[in-house]
């Protein structure tokens, strides 16, 4: 059974710092793509971050660029989400996910959520001013 389990999250004042880890069993994803996704009290699931399978290849949505770095250990099936400077509107259960429509591909639109076919249940992340 796949399962995807996120830890890490936490409370933290506007300033601090976060790092979170997205571990996966069941399966291997060290060819695939994973990603960072956050979902707010009432609005909807948006893309934080993505990283190919190789982490030779990034990318961020606007609001987390210079502040957020993805990386992933594929010798242990993680991936990390290390976030610096946080503000109290990053506040909000963040996920992981993996898109594992294409072996050893490149990020082709990583922000679409319907691209990812498995999903962790999330860590809450709560910033505090």
């Known amino acids: 059974q796949v399962q995807l389990v996120e830890s890490g999250g936490g409370l933290v004042q506007a300033g601090g710092s976060l790092r979170l880890s997205c571990a996966a069993s069941?399966?291997?994803?060290?060819?695939?793509?994973m990603g960072w996704f956050r979902q707010a009290p009432r609005k909807e699931r948006e893309f934080v971050a993505a990283i190919n399978w190789s982490g030779s290849s990034t990318s961020y949505a606007d609001s987390a660029k210079g502040r957020f770095t993805i990386s992933r250990d594929n010798a242990k099936n993680t991936v990390y989400l290390q976030m610096n400077s946080l503000k109290p509107e990053d506040t909000a259960v963040y996920y992981c996910a993996v898109d594992d429509s294409r072996l050893r591909g490149p990020l082709v639109t990583p922000e679409r959520l319907r691209q990812y076919d498995y999903w962790g249940q999330g860590t809450q992340v709560t910033v505090s001013s």
């Open positions: 069941g399966r291997t994803f060290s060819y695939y793509v």
